[in-house]
């Protein structure tokens, strides 16, 4: 598949800094269609959004794709619960880890595959505030490292 296929719509950059991230998934989205023409004109926030398994189905809770500007008095509701579509594999996988080590389901992006809106789930594990500080003190030795190197190159 070529990259033109796919196009990026929405991006969780708050699940990177506040979580590790395991595992992804690609999930297809339940929509209605008043949803769909919402989310191809980017019209989607998933910020403070996660997943959950519910009696074998994952939903997707705290989703926010706005009301469709042309929309009529059937306008889909912004934030209501949405289900996922994963294989019962996927599923029965995600169950046992979630269960067992106690990860939670972040949603990473918001994509359009082949004309499908898709989404990049993250099986992740929530960051302590040490974690945070590692993170910057790791950022700022790469970031010396590159200017240092920078530096030697250019003499």
Known sequence: MKDSDIKII???????????????YEAGIVLTGTEVKSVRQAKINI????????????????????EYSHGNIHNHEPTRTRKLL???????????KIIEKGLTLIPLKVY?????????????????EY????????????????????HKVRF
């Open 86 to 96: 994963l294989h019962r594999k996927e599923i029965d996988k995600l169950t046992g």
């Open 131 to 150: 974690d945070h500080r590692t993170d910057i003190q790791k950022r700022d030795l790469d970031r010396e490292l590159r200017r240092e190197i920078k």
């Open 47 to 66: 910020k403070d959004s996660y997943a959950s398994i519910n009696k074998g189905e994952v939903f997707l809770y705290g989703i926010h794709i706005h």
């Open 112 to 128: 359009l595959k082949r004309g499908r809106v898709k989404i990049e789930l993250g099986l992740a594990k929530g960051k302590k």
């Open 10 to 24: 929405a991006i969780n950059r708050k699940a990177r800094h506040d979580y590790n991230i395991l595992e992804k």
